[in-house]
T-cell receptor, first 112, second 110 residues
């Protein structure tokens, strides 16, 4: 079991471009969470998904951000028309039903 | 939604001393409380967890206590070592929805 895999590890985008962050959960895990972390700060909840369903997206900005977790393939966090303020580390975590969550290594997004 | 508050935000202790980090939560339906440790530049990793049907759990130098009535839970690290220096996050989970506290930066001075 390779654990939670995120790619890319580092992503540089120019302002106005799109960023796509991928998260492959651990085998057998059907729940995925995305968090955003600014330097020296905490883990800010963005969205919680199950296969093909968004369960809670209350932490995600209503514009430019979207997330999906299709039946097949990784979960994707998509940021359109990126701005400098989107620069952060984005972590995903996965879990089974009512068990501990495991984190990926994160994607560090830099908007230039 | 669930709101988790964590204190203190920074904590500095001498090697060998104990460290205590406290969290409160708002949703009485939360039933699972994990603690994560994040070292600089790395991913958060689970160090201990507790479920709502248990009041205390211990694993070597780490223990967690839970007071459901008061809706607060605490992490206790005894005999601290320099390698315990990291950021610690508490979380409260209800129905798989996991929310974190803001984190505590623990520094253990040798």
């Amino acid at each position: 079991n390779a654990g939670v895999m995120q790619n890319p590890r580092h992503l540089v985008r120019r302002r106005g471009q799109e960023a796509r962050l991928r998260c492959s959960p651990m085998k057998g895990h059907s729940h995925v969470y995305w968090y955003r972390q600014l330097p020296e700060e905490g883990l800010k909840f963005m969205v919680y998904l199950q296969k093909e369903n968004i369960i809670d997206e209350s932490g995600m900005p209503k514009e430019r951000f979207s997330a999906e977790f299709p039946k097949e393939g990784p979960s994707i966090l998509r940021i359109q028309q990126v701005v400098r303020g989107d620069s952060a580390a984005y972590f995903c975590a996965s879990s089974q039903v009512n068990t501990e969550a495991f984190f990926g290594q994160g994607t560090r997004l830099t908007v230039v | 939604g669930e709101n988790v508050e964590q204190h203190p935000s920074t904590l500095s202790v001498q090697e060998g001393d104990s460290a205590v980090i406290k969290c409160t939560y708002s949703d009485s339906a939360s039933n699972y409380f994990p603690w994560y440790k994040q070292e600089l530049g790395k991913r958060p990793q689970l160090i201990i967890d507790i479920r709502s049907n248990v009041g205390e759990k211990k694993d070597q130098r780490i223990a967690v206590t839970l007071n459901k009535t008061a809706k607060h839970f605490s992490l206790h690290i005894t005999e601290t070592q320099p390698e315990d220096s990291a950021v610690y996050f508490c979380a409260a989970v209800y129905n798989n929805d996991m929310r974190f506290g803001a984190g505590t930066r623990l520094t253990v001075k040798p």
